[in-house]
Structure formats: structure tokens, C-alpha cells
């Protein structure tokens, strides 16, 4: 059954665009104050005792609302949480106060060490009753409701018997959670399973996503020769991204929309241009909107 | 069936190995298996993790060349995965590993200047400490300072090398071509510390030097002295002292017995 009794706050980021915070770009933040949503950092960037990256972050949630992004909790991995990790980001959000924090439907740690990446988990009942522990753990531990992340995927486990969408809209029901809805996301793992990434974004259960994520992402081939779009976030986001991202809207409404780009990061200017460009776009699908209804 | 916890085992064993084989039941979109789609994954992991060293140590980088420094650190990353989560402290086995490639050999400055960027990442990150006026020493007796032990920043970090590492350092930061390499002069002492906002670099002189590794070490006023003046009789005791404090390192001290 579901809980709807937790008393884990709403999600209150804006329904704006924002920025993923680098520290390439510190000073011209605080020098410039740009006009966005929000920033988002990744939570174990800022895990450190002191220094740099804790003083603008502080100076810079002064001026904005925050969102954490967590990338290595492998809530996705058999093996139990990490406690101290747990406590750090408990002790993060109570610092920094973020409106949102947000992991991944993915894993990382493993026996050999931590693997550094967001790595596929198989969609069964057993890994869905463990997700929804380490979710219910997660959300017990920092406090408050998470959101959880769609992965990009390159291939597919055989002993799969969840679909993946129907599998994430159980977890949600079953912790409660939120869901962050990666958009290059669903168009890099639906181009490499071959499915209908329209298709997939109709059937997505938006009244628990409380967050968007674009950016950008790399394309290769397989040995046969089929598209393989690998989540690389070092370069715009890519035109059927935003095709995409108009549907989202269309479907689910404005959200907080954050533009990823983690490698070779741009000149502010450039990652800039790509918010206005969602905040845009959130515009126009309004407008439509008000013309169509 | 296999239990998740088997299956990812072999998964993650798979990642690390290059070339090994794949693990069964990850297919692409006909069902089949696909190394290619799997090699994603591989270089994720190790290309990612090599792209985190490139980023801690970039005049190591800069030195080498960002392809053999891919290279390497590749090398390093599949032996050594990080341990835990918090990728800025991972490689500190680098500057240890750099020394025993053969192919680095050529350059025999190399660890050590791995060393002075593993020191600046470290001081970087290092903890909030106040540090404290010299008018706390000036209340006690003369007798007594001999004995005195201070307490120095969190972030100090001191790398001595037979090769000038500072010299080598400072000119490959900048921009632009970097001049030629004279690894013969001699060795130099680098001070590294974060007092305030930024990390602070320096090369130390003989006396200095010797004078912070021994309160570094925990010893008292009087023997730091000693040491010092043993490697630099002219060395001026209360001018480094002065020096330590106008810089912001120390942030406290014990008066002895």
C-alpha cells in the first residue's frame, strides 16, 4: 500500500530553468547575478571539509534556490547503503537547505570499489522491492522526499520482467518518492532499446516528476551498425531533446528544468543561451496551451 | 536464477577487466550480445575515471601530454579504483604509481610534481581553521618559548624534491608554450597552504624548510630552531617565526612544560 502520510515536504523549486554549478563559473555568477531558476550541484562535489567550493556555494545560496543531485548512493546495487555517505548528505542538506534532492535509478558501489559511474540494474521483483528499501532508507535518513532518476541504458538484461516505466511508477508508489525525468535520458536509452521515445514520454507518470533534466549526448554504432547515443553531458542539448521537451511540457507542465553540462564545460554565455532556451520553450508550450484549451 | 547480487558482481568484475569477457544475459535490442554496447560502460568507468585524474593533476598533464597522460592514468584506474565515493580524494596512489612506469621514466621529476598537485588538491579541500595573531607568544615569559608548540593549518603541506619542482610548477600553470626544462639546479622545498580562500604556493629555502618539518613534526620552538640553523646557519629564527604567522599558519599552540 502506499504511504501518503510522510511527512516529507513538497518539492519547491521554481518552474524555471537553471544551471548545473561549475566551478569554472563561480565568479562571473556572483559578478553577474543572472537571472535563473535555480542551480543544481552534485552533492559529493561539495563533501569536502572546507575551501573554495563551500564558500560559493554558500554565497551562492544566498541569491539562489539549490537542488541536489547525489550520483553515488547505487541505490540500484545489492549491497546496503552507505551509512556515512548517507550521513554526509544529511549533513548537506541541513547546511545548504536544497529545495530538492535527487539520486539515481542506477548502481556504483561494488566489491572491487566504487565504480564511478551510473551503471543498469535488471527490472525484477526482486531489485524492485530492494530499490524501494534503499528509497524508503534514503528518504528516512536526509528527511525529506527524494526524486528519483530515469537512466540511460545501453543494453538490456535478459531477466528483466518490469517494464521500465512501470517500474519506476511503482516505486513512486510504493516510497512516495518523486521522480526527476531525465529527457536525454528516455531519447538516449529509447533509440538504444529501439522503443518509441514519444511514446514513452506520453506513458511516463508526470504528477510525481518534480523535475526535468536535458543535456547533451554523444552518438556512436553498434557492431550492427544501429544507433548507440551514449549520455555524455559535454555538449548542447541535441534538437530532438528539445522536440521532446516540448512534449514533456505539453503533457506534464511547466517544471523545474535543469540544463546538464558536466564535460568540456562551455563558457557561461553558452550554458546561459541553453537555459533561456528551455525557459522558452516552457513559454511557448503555455501559450499553445491557452490557444488549444 | 541468478540473484542481483551474483549478476552484478560479474558485472562489475567485467567492467574492470579489459578485453575479458561479457558477462551473460545483457543483450541489445535483437537479444543478442553486443560488446560494443557494453564497452560504453567499460569506458565510462575507466575514461572517466582517468578524466578525474587529468582534472587533479594538471601539470602532469601538461607535461606528459594529455594522450599519454590518457594513458597512463588509464593504467592506474583500472588497477585502482577509487575505494569510495568522493572522487577528489581518489589518485592519492597516483604520484606513487607515475614513479614506478617505466614508460615515464624519462622524466624523473614527474611523481614529485604529482606530489605538489596532490598537496594543493588536498590543501583545497582542507578544513576552516582561524588562525591566530603572534601577540598570544609575546605574553610569555622568554624562557618559556623554547618549549612552545605550534599549531599549524590543517591545509599545510610541505613536498621536498631533489628537482625544482616549484620552478617547474609555476612555469607550466601559465598559458601558453612553456619553457624548457633544467631538472638540474637542484632540489627545492614547496610550502603549500590555504589560510584564507586560495591556495597559497611557495618554494621554502633550506633553513625555512627544515624549520617547518620539524614543527610540523610536533617539535617544540627551540629544537625547530636547531634544526633549521643546522641546515642554514643563517637562518633567522624570529623572522621565521614572524613569517609563519604573517601568513595565516599557525592557528594556535601548546605552551610546553
Request: overall charge negative.
Amino acid at each position: 500500500m502506499p504511504d501518503q502520510t510522510r511527512p516529507f515536504p513538497a518539492p519547491d523549486l521554481p518552474p524555471r530553468a537553471g544551471v548545473g554549478l561549475k566551478p569554472q563559473h563561480y565568479a562571473e555568477i556572483l559578478a553577474t547575478a543572472p537571472d535563473l531558476g535555480f542551480f543544481e550541484v552534485h552533492a559529493e562535489n561539495y563533501m569536502g571539509a572546507g575551501g573554495p567550493p563551500h564558500r560559493y556555494l554558500t554565497a551562492i545560496r544566498e541569491r539562489y534556490p539549490l537542488s541536489l543531485h547525489g550520483v553515488a548512493l547505487s541505490i540500484g546495487g545489492p549491497r546496503p547503503l552507505n551509512r556515512d555517505h548517507l550521513a554526509r548528505l544529511r549533513g548537506l542538506i541541513d547546511r545548504y537547505q536544497p529545495a530538492v534532492f535527487s539520486e539515481h535509478l542506477a548502481w556504483s558501489t561494488h566489491d572491487a570499489g566504487y565504480l564511478n559511474d551510473l551503471l543498469p540494474l535488471p527490472y525484477t521483483d526482486e531489485t524492485l522491492q530492494l530499490v524501494c528499501d534503499h528509497v524508503d532508507e534514503v528518504q528516512e535518513a536526509v528527511g525529506r522526499r527524494m526524486l528519483l532518476e530515469n537512466p540511460s541504458t545501453y543494453l538490456a538484461f535478459t531477466e528483466s520482467t518490469w517494464d521500465e516505466i512501470d517500474f519506476i511508477a511503482e516505486i513512486a508508489r510504493r516510497t512516495g518518492c518523486g521522480l526527476l525525468l531525465d529527457v536525454n535520458n528516455v531519447q538516449v536509452t529509447c533509440t538504444n532499446q529501439m522503443r518509441d521515445p514519444g511514446y514513452y514520454i506520453d506513458r511516463y507518470p508526470h504528477h510525481a516528476v518534480g523535475e526535468i533534466h536535458l543535456g547533451g549526448h554523444d552518438e556512436d554504432r553498434d557492431e550492427a551498425g544501429r544507433p548507440l547515443l551514449i549520455d555524455s553531458h559535454d555538449r548542447p542539448v541535441d534538437g530532438p531533446v528539445w522536440a521532446l521537451y516540448a512534449r514533456t511540457i505539453n503533457r506534464g507542465g511547466r517544471k523545474p528544468t535543469l540544463i546538464e553540462w558536466d564535460n568540456d564545460v562551455p563558457a557561461w554565455a553558452e550554458l546561459q543561451a541553453e537555459a533561456h532556451r528551455a525557459e522558452a520553450a516552457m513559454a511557448q508550450a503555455e501559450w499553445a496551451h491557452d490557444i488549444l484549451v | 536464477m541468478t540473484s542481483w547480487s551474483e549478476r552484478q558482481s560479474g558485472f562489475g568484475e567485467a567492467l574492470l577487466e579489459r578485453g575479458g569477457a561479457l558477462p551473460e544475459g545483457l543483450v541489445g535490442p535483437d537479444r543478442k550480445p553486443s560488446p560494443r554496447r557494453f564497452a560504453v560502460y567499460r569506458n565510462n568507468v575507466i575514461l572517466g575515471l582517468a578524466s578525474g585524474l587529468a582534472e587533479a593533476y594538471p601539470v602532469v598533464c601538461r607535461l606528459v601530454g594529455e594522450a599519454f597522460f590518457r594513458a597512463m592514468a588509464a593504467d592506474y584506474a583500472a588497477g585502482h579504483p577509487p575505494s569510495g565515493p568522493l572522487m577528489f580524494t581518489y589518485g592519492a596512489g597516483f604520484p606513487g604509481f607515475i614513479e614506478g612506469f617505466p614508460p615515464a621514466a624519462g622524466l624523473p621529476y614527474l611523481a614529485d610534481v604529482a606530489r605538489l598537485e596532490r598537496a594543493w588538491l588536498e590543501a583545497y579541500h582542507a578544513a576552516e581553521d582561524p588562525c591566530i595573531g603572534p601577540e598570544a607568544l609575546q605574553a610569555l615569559a622568554p624562557e618559556r618559548l623554547e618549549a612552545v608548540r605550534l599549531r599549524l593549518h590543517g591545509s599545510v603541506r610541505i613536498v621536498t624534491s631533489d628537482f625544482p619542482v616549484v620552478t617547474i610548477w609555476q612555469a607550466h600553470m601559465a598559458e601558453g608554450v612553456p619553457p624548457g626544462i633544467d631538472p638540474g639546479p637542484g632540489g627545492e622545498t614547496a610550502l603549500i597552504s590555504r589560510p584564507g580562500a586560495e591556495v597559497q604556493l611557495r618554494q621554502m629555502p633550506a633553513g625555512a624548510a627544515e624549520f617547518l618539518l620539524s614543527l610540523v613534526a610536533g617539535h617544540g620552538l627551540g629544537a625547530a630552531a636547531e634544526a633549521a640553523l643546522a641546515a642554514d646557519p643563517g637562518f633567522d629564527v624570529a623572522r621565521g617565526v614572524g613569517e609563519l604567522f604573517s601568513l595565516g599558519l599557525v592557528t594556535g599552540f601548546v605552551p610546553g612544560d
